[in-house]
């Protein structure tokens, strides 16, 4: 069995990978800190499982990130971020 976990830095930016986060990974793109669960409940954000050969590879799963999670409701950092920049731009 293979695993895929979705980890999404504080800026948003997302990262689909073979391993969970440990420690205080940081974004390859912009350096900001990455999560993979939520940190109210501890939810993971998103996990595929695949059995058998697998031929897709992180780059091409379809992925939308989510602005809250699905099991608690708390929204993620960069959600909070986009509403608060919204408000100030008005």
Not at 49 to 75: I, Q, W
């Amino acid at each position: 069995m293979s695993n895929f976990y979705a980890r999404i830095c504080d800026n948003g930016h997302v990262n689909i990978t073979y391993r969970r986060v440990k420690g205080d990974e940081r974004c390859p793109q912009c350096g900001a800190p990455l999560i993979d669960s939520c940190p109210q409940c501890g939810n993971l954000i998103k996990q595929w499982h695949y059995y058998g050969m697998v031929y897709l590879t992180p780059k091409n799963l379809k992925f939308e990130r989510p602005d809250s999670c699905g099991a608690c409701g708390a929204k993620f950092s960069w959600a909070q971020e986009a509403e608060e920049g919204a408000v100030i731009d008005k």
